[in-house]
């Protein structure tokens, strides 16, 4: 038998206006999913518990089974053990994204234009980090170069007593003022990296082609050392991430799973889908057991509040990740359990994720339900009456361990 979960980060959402009163899964042509809900089971679960932020970190925990109020530390360190960053029990990491804020009025009065940046290439954004990194390094510390806008920063021999500090993806558009670090020393690095990126050579190469620059970090996420119990122990299974994210990547290497780099994998809809279902498709051919296969372009899409996108991100995924892999299964005359879910909501009106519960599919090749009129939707999941608590225990019907 082979496991596998594709994860359509942030594909949850409300009914939309523009969508003819439709919700992005409700409008998005996905017969394959579909066709999995008919013949599954489908339900509604919670991933992020009530006294937990409902970021991508804490939902996709308990996606792979971890339960968050026991293994959750923060997400950037998660980040690190991707990165490669020698971490010690005593220091605290920060996620730390390249963002644009508008540039005229003081710093505490700017607003968050762009957390992304435009989505900055990684060249791009490694080369601004280094000179934030040179400017500001310290013993106590330092800067390192992530993914697109993505970064990280890690305070050596400091306490994590950080509770405040808010994503930028959730104030677009919004002052920063009320957002800002308490911390004068994490508010004092940023704003000194305005100084440093304003007219940085890259920044102002950007603006003439028309781009957004990167003129400022942002300082969110903050967490310590990770210790998840190995998918080997926990389960007695071995298996497979495939993302272009290194939260997930992180969760991957810290759960004893192989961690595969897709070249051309970004994040978002753009993303390069067919080398994803390849990868995972030689894992499981080549002996795992499991296989996670994470996609982020929905999840960004809502941010953006870009509709379209949204809807094509699900689309992409049906055609691009769903039906390669089922395919391949069934070529190969191959048993197969497979989890369709995100790990949280990004509802469109509000541009950030939520806590709410998200519908799911679980199928099972050797198992068929008989057929229901219904597709993978919000409203059908929800039909069905069947509600999971604690999303971290979806996994064991995954596994068929309950």
């Given at each position: ?107 505490e009065n700017k607003t968050m234009v762009d957390y992304s940046s435009d989505e900055i290439s990684t060249p791009e954004a490694h080369e601004l980090i280094k000179a934030v990194n040179d400017a500001l390094k310290t013993d106590e510390y330092e800067f390192f170069g992530g993914i697109s806008y993505r970064h990280l ?29 308490k911390d004068e020393t994490l508010l004092n690095l940023m704003k000194k990296s305005y100084d440093i990126l304003k007219n940085h050579p890259v920044n102002l190469e950007r603006i003439k082609r028309g781009l957004r620059p990167a003129n400022s970090i942002w300082i969110w996420g903050s967490g310590t050392k990770p ?176």
């Amino acid at each position: 038998m082979k496991y596998i979960v594709v994860l359509c980060d942030g594909a949850a959402d409300t009914p939309v206006e523009e969508l003819g009163g439709k919700t992005p899964l409700e409008a998005a042509k996905k017969p394959n999913i579909d066709r999995l809900a008919k013949y599954g089971e489908m339900g509604m679960v919670t991933t992020v518990p009530d006294n937990l932020p409902p970021g991508s970190d804490v939902a996709n925990l308990a996606v792979f089974g971890y339960d968050p109020q026991i293994y959750y530390t923060g997400r950037s360190p998660l980040e690190a053990v991707s990165m490669n960053v020698p971490l010690e029990l005593t220091d605290t990491t920060f996620r730390t994204n390249l963002v644009y804020l508008s540039e005229d009025e003081d710093y505490e009065n700017k607003t968050m234009v762009d957390y992304s940046s435009d989505e900055i290439s990684t060249p791009e954004a490694h080369e601004l980090i280094k000179a934030v990194n040179d400017a500001l390094k310290t013993d106590e510390y330092e800067f390192f170069g992530g993914i697109s806008y993505r970064h990280l920063l890690v305070w050596h021999n400091k306490e994590n007593t950080f509770q405040s500090l808010t994503p930028p993806h959730d104030i677009s558009d919004r002052k920063v003022t009320e957002y800002l670090p308490k911390d004068e020393t994490l508010l004092n690095l940023m704003k000194k990296s305005y100084d440093i990126l304003k007219n940085h050579p890259v920044n102002l190469e950007r603006i003439k082609r028309g781009l957004r620059p990167a003129n400022s970090i942002w300082i969110w996420g903050s967490g310590t050392k990770p210790n998840l119990t190995t998918y080997k122990d926990k389960f007695g299974i071995k298996g497979a991430v495939v993302s272009a994210v290194d939260l997930i990547k992180g969760i991957g290497h810290c759960a004893g799973l192989n961690v595969i780099d897709v070249e051309g994998a970004t994040g978002t809809v753009h993303t390069n889908f067919d080398g994803k279902a390849k990868a995972a498709i030689e894992e499981l051919r080549n002996g795992a057991d499991f296989v996670y296969v994470h996609l982020e372009g929905a999840d960004e899409a809502g941010h953006r509040h870009e509709i379209d996108n949204k809807v094509k991100s699900i689309e992409l995924i049906d055609e691009k990740i769903v039906a390669p892999i089922v395919k391949a299964m069934e070529d190969d005359n191959e048993d197969y359990s497979i989890l369709v879910m995100p790990d949280h909501p990004t509802p469109l009106a509000i541009r950030t994720h939520t806590s709410d519960p998200i519908p799911y599919i679980l199928y099972n090749s050797t198992s068929e339900n008989s057929e229901a009129e219904r597709i993978y939707s919000e409203k059908d999941a929800e039909k069905t009456g069947i509600y999971v608590k604690d999303g971290y225990t979806l996994i064991n019907k995954l596994l068929g361990k309950q």
